[in-house]
Nanobody, 123 residues
Framework: QAHLVESGGGSVQTGASLRVSCTASGHTFATFTMAWFRQAPGKERSFVAA????????EYSDSVKGRFTISRDFTKNAVYLQMNRLTPRDTGVYYC????????????????WGQGTRVTVSS
């Protein structure tokens, strides 16, 4: 079973960039589809981005498309979310997730989760 640890969250102003990272332990990282979800205050956890196991395909929510980029580094067992042109609507706790299957935007499709890292964007 993989274990996921996020890092890189923080407080920034509107228009800034931030990169959050997720490091996975376990030798099965390369077989997982990896994703980022976020949970804004008072709202449900929602899909942000995903990258499949061979790094060939990605998917993004409409709200972040063109601003965020998901990538993975197999040598470091890591997945990253580069976030540009941040707005207050991007505020929330960002969670890394993994699943042993193809791309999915559904929270319930992922069975391994990190503890989350908080991102706050002020106006």
């Amino acid at each position: 079973q993989a274990h996921l640890v996020e890092s890189g969250g923080g407080s920034v102003q509107t228009g800034a960039s931030l990169r959050v990272s997720c490091t996975a332990s376990g030798h099965t990282f390369a077989t997982f589809t990896m994703a980022w979800f976020r949970q804004a205050p008072g709202k449900e956890r929602s899909f942000v981005a995903a990258v499949n196991r061979n790094d060939a395909n990605t998917e993004y929510s409409d709200s972040v498309k063109g601003r965020f980029t998901i990538s993975r580094d197999f040598t470091k067992n890591a997945v990253y979310l580069q976030m540009n042109r941040l707005t207050p609507r991007d505020t929330g706790v960002y969670y890394c997730a993994a699943r042993n299957g193809g791309l999915s935007t559904y929270r319930t499709a992922y069975d391994v989760w990190g503890q989350g890292t908080r991102v706050t964007v002020s106006s």
